[in-house]
Antibody, heavy 122, light 106 residues
Framework: QLQLQESGPGLVKPSETLSLTCTVS??????????WGWIRQPPGKGLEWLGS???????HYDPSLKSRVTISLDTSKNQFSLRLSSVTVADTAVYYCVGENQQWLVRPFDYWGQGTLVTVSS | DIQMTQSPSSLSASVGDRVTITCRASQTVNSFLNWYQQKPGKAPNLLIYAASILHSGVSSRFSGSGSGTDFTLTISSLQPEDFATYYC????????FGQGTKVEIK
């Protein structure tokens, strides 16, 4: 049973870079069965997928955020990370790290972290 | 981008009611459609994948149907623990979610 846990600053200033890390336990991020990704949810609003990374380093990102998002792996620590540059108040949200199951063609998100609130404010 | 539209945005229902939520895609997603349940302050949980396959451990009172652009999530007999927000999500091209349907107590 996989467990995912987000960590990182809860407050980021406008124009700076948001950085979060997800620690995976109960399994390896080198698994061929999972993509690892990030989803966010602004307060009181819906879910938005940011992007995902595979153990090979292959990534795919939401086209509307692609210029600002970087997702990477640290296999030595069994972690993956999110960097979102040039943030504005619109990037204030709960950020979830997720496991995207590649064993099924439809690739559902079947593992989620508990989420971490990041507020963008000066 | 593929847009996902759920209806209704919210509904009020009683314990024991049959509830149906619809999800429409702006273009075909074949059966690349998943459903999630989210309770306040919690992460979403996967309910159904590939439009109609029940995820492990999910109650059989949940069911899904549809393909192409039109999908439904049905709760056959609403239970107290089912009051939550439900999201559909397509994985045919990138990943997008519907805006959510909040199921409230009548």
């Amino acid at each position: 049973q996989l467990q995912l846990q987000e960590s990182g600053p809860g407050l980021v200033k406008p124009s700076e870079t948001l950085s979060l890390t997800c620690t995976v336990s109960g399994g390896s991020i080198n698994s061929i069965n999972y993509y690892w990704g990030w989803i966010r949810q602004p307060p009181g609003k819906g879910l938005e997928w940011l992007g995902s990374v595979y153990h090979s380093g292959n990534t795919h990102y939401d086209p509307s955020l692609k210029s600002r998002v970087t997702i990477s792996l640290d296999t030595s620590k069994n972690q993956f990370s999110l960097r979102l540059s040039s943030v504005t108040v619109a990037d204030t949200a709960v950020y979830y790290c997720v496991g995207e199951n590649q064993q099924w063609l439809v690739r559902p998100f079947d593992y989620w972290g508990q989420g971490t609130l990041v507020t963008v404010s000066s | 981008d593929i847009q996902m539209t759920q209806s209704p945005s919210s509904l009020s229902a009683s314990v024991g009611d049959r509830v149906t939520i619809t999800c429409r895609a702006s273009q075909t997603v074949n059966s690349f459609l998943n459903w999630y349940q989210q309770k306040p302050g919690k992460a979403p949980n996967l309910l159904i994948y590939a439009a109609s396959i029940l995820h492990s451990g999910v109650s059989s009172r949940f069911s899904g149907s549809g393909s192409g652009t039109d999908f439904t999530l049905t709760i056959s007999s609403l239970q107290p623990e089912d009051f939550a927000t439900y999201y559909c999500q397509q994985s045919y091209s990138f990943r997008t979610f519907g805006q959510g349907t909040k199921v409230e107590i009548k």
